[in-house]
C-alpha cells in the first residue's frame, strides 16, 4: 500500500484456530517530492510470491530480483527488496546488494553470522543487523538453520518528521496533516475513482 496523499485503512487479519499468527509490517518512507501521489493499494497472496532455491537458501522474493526470478511488489520509489530468506544449518548464502542502499536483516529464526568472516556479526532469533555499505552481504546459518527478512532500499536523504502513522519532513507539514485528518480533508482523492 502507497498511502500517499492520505488513505485510512484497517487491517483485520485472522489466525489460527487459537486465534495465533505472524506476521511483519514495514512502513517506508516516501521522499518529499512523492509524499502526495494518488493513494493505492495491491494485494499480493502467499502463491503469488515466487521461491527460488540458491546456495542452501530458500528465498522467498517478495520485492526485489534473486537469481533471475523477481517478486511480484513493484514501482516503488525508493526501489527496495525485501527477501523472506531460510538459510539451512551451517551454510552460507551471499547476495549482491546495491551500493549506497541501506541494507538490514530481521532474524526471526534460529542464529546466524552476518558478515565476512572475521568482521561477522553472530545473532540470535529476535536481532536487527543493519550492513555496512557495499555490493554484497554473506550470512551464515548456525546448527538450527536461520530465517530472517533481508531488507534494502535507497535512502533520500531528508529530515524525517513522524508522528503516529503520519511521516512527512517537517513538524509544520505533520501539524497540517493532524489537522487535515481532523477536520475530515486528510484523504484528497475519491477512493470509488481508484
Known amino acids: 500500500m502507497t498511502a500517499g496523499s492520505g488513505i485510512v485503512h484497517q487491517e483485520m487479519p485472522k489466525g489460527d484456530s487459537a486465534g495465533r499468527m505472524g506476521g511483519f509490517q514495514l512502513w517506508a518512507n516516501l521522499?518529499?517530492?512523492?509524499?502526495?501521489?494518488?493513494?493505492?493499494?495491491?494485494?499480493?497472496?502467499?502463491e503469488d510470491i515466487p521461491e527460488v532455491v540458491n546456495e542452501?537458501?530458500?528465498?522467498?522474493?517478495?520485492?526485489?530480483?534473486v537469481a533471475k526470478t523477481t517478486g511480484p511488489v513493484s514501482d516503488i520509489v525508493s526501489e527496495?527488496?525485501?527477501?523472506?530468506?531460510?538459510?539451512i544449518s551451517n551454510r552460507t548464502w551471499t547476495h549482491a546488494t546495491t551500493q549506497g542502499h541501506t541494507v538490514f536483516a530481521y532474524l526471526f529464526e534460529?542464529?546466524?553470522c552476518f558478515g565476512e568472516d572475521t568482521e561477522a556479526v553472530c545473532a540470535?532469533?529476535?536481532?536487527?543487523?543493519?550492513?555496512g555499505d557495499g555490493d554484497r552481504?554473506?550470512?551464515?546459518?548456525?546448527?538450527?538453520?536461520?530465517?530472517?527478512?533481508?531488507?534494502?532500499?535507497?535512502?533520500?536523504?531528508e529530515p524525517i518528521a513522524w508522528g503516529g502513522p503520519i511521516v512527512m519532513n517537517t513538524h509544520e507539514e505533520l501539524e497540517v496533516a493532524f489537522?487535515?485528518?481532523r477536520t475530515g480533508n486528510f484523504v484528497k482523492h475519491d477512493a470509488r475513482k481508484h
Open 56 to 65: 542452501g537458501a530458500l528465498v522467498r522474493v517478495i520485492c526485489g530480483t
Open 137 to 157: 552481504v554473506a550470512i551464515k546459518a548456525g546448527a538450527r538453520g536461520a530465517r530472517f527478512l533481508l531488507v534494502s532500499g535507497k535512502p533520500f536523504g
Open 124 to 131: 540470535e532469533n529476535g536481532t536487527v543487523v543493519l550492513f
Open 80 to 87: 527496495p527488496e525485501y527477501l523472506d530468506v531460510a538459510i
Open 31 to 46: 521522499p518529499a517530492s512523492h509524499k502526495m501521489i494518488d493513494p493505492h493499494y495491491c494485494g499480493i497472496l502467499s
Open 110 to 112: 534460529g542464529s546466524a
Open 179 to 181: 489537522e487535515e485528518y
